[in-house]
DNA sequence: GTAATTGCAAAAATTTTGCCTCATA
DNA sequence: TATGAGGCAAAATTTTTGCAATTAC
């Protein structure tokens, strides 16, 4: 049975301070604010255990390090391919498109959609500069 | 000025005799049957090139490493929780669902969708046990 | 000729794991 | 008190990079 332990709950915790969707090392870095000796294997171990028990998402958004969502409700990410920032979106695929390919044999159980582009604050910047 | 090496032939070449979508050192395996002396640094260049030139795709599918596709036709992708085999699914979103989410702010440029479940084979195997 | 590319090896970056100790249930 | 979890450090995994030699243009 998994305990509920101080850093465990500190880690979960943490997570849902972020708006953004924070890798790793991006949680031990505030956790250690609070738990100064906590080691990043803990870190990594809890936000497995967290996310196998659904209370915490675990995302792949792009081709670079892993990261965490504590918001579970049904919504996708858009990332800026200049500042790499992840921003949430509420655009969802309804479920009925999902049996859309249920021809092709696979049970599905759901998807994963990332937008990618330019967020606002780099479509500006990008402004100034021309 | 990009070049056109021999390894950079090979490797685009080997690619598109894959119909999964395999990650470098599976590419690096199967061009060295042609090239035995290019090193795994050459093939993760090359692949990097090649996406970069728009000749073939770099995909980010679930948590694990990345993947190359040479198919670059509009498609998405479905990956097997089980067996983590990766397939194409010609489903794919309209430009105009993508324009839904233009009030964010953002540039829409594109988007990845991944679908996740059980292959038709794992499906199989799952009823075999029962 | 010259600048891009290669092979090699070392380094960097990210994540996992072994082991012994500690603390939760 | 039994066992899941933690801390630490080492290892494993994946990817990138520096450099001297080579090669495409």
Redesign the pocket.
Known sequence: ????????QV?LEVLSTFDSHP???MVYDKVREK?P??????V???L??LAEEGLIRKLSVG????RFDHDLTDHDHIRCIVCHRIDDVDFSLSTSSENLIEKEGYKILGHTMVFWGKCPDCLKLEQKIK
Chains 1, 2 share one sequence.
């Open positions: 049975m998994t305990r509920i332990t101080k850093q465990r880690v890798t790793a090392d738990l000796r906590i080691s990043l294997g803990t990594y171990r809890n497995e255990v081709n670079d390090r892993k």
